[in-house]
């Protein structure tokens, strides 16, 4: 299977940066898009950004111009370097891979465990 770890998270000020990374392993044939989402108490998970195997990347509104995803396809890892931050950016944030296992098998989504940003005001 495939497992994903995200590291990265912590608290930090409003107007501060962290930089989020998953990193995936397993039995793993391929990986098509990573991406990052998150889920603040109360509400539902939303996108923040993914990245095709590509390159190709696409983010929520909301963090679009203060937020970058990259991609090291080698070592299957992703970051997400996020800046100017504020209160509005805390939650658990949720790692993602569309992963295949066999060259024969369609994409299947995985899920990392999340990793917690909080922003102080």
């Known amino acids: 299977q495939v497992q994903l770890v995200e590291s990265g998270g912590g608290l930090v000020q409003a107007g501060g940066s962290l930089r989020l990374s998953c990193a995936a392993s397993?039995?793993?044939?391929?990986?098509?898009?990573m991406g990052w989402y998150r889920q603040a108490p109360g509400k539902q998970r939303e996108l923040v950004a993914t990245?095709?195997?590509?390159?190709?990347?696409n983010y929520g509104d909301s963090v679009k111009d203060r937020f970058t995803i990259s991609r090291d396809g080698a070592k299957s890892v992703v970051y997400l370097q996020m800046n100017s931050l504020n209160p509005e950016d805390a939650a658990v944030y949720y790692c993602k891979a569309d992963a295949k296992i066999r060259a024969w098998d369609y994409p299947r989504p995985y899920w990392g465990q999340g990793t917690q940003v909080t922003v102080s005001s």
């Open positions: 990245i095709t195997s590509g390159g190709s990347t």
């Open positions: 397993g039995s793993i044939f391929s990986i098509n898009a």
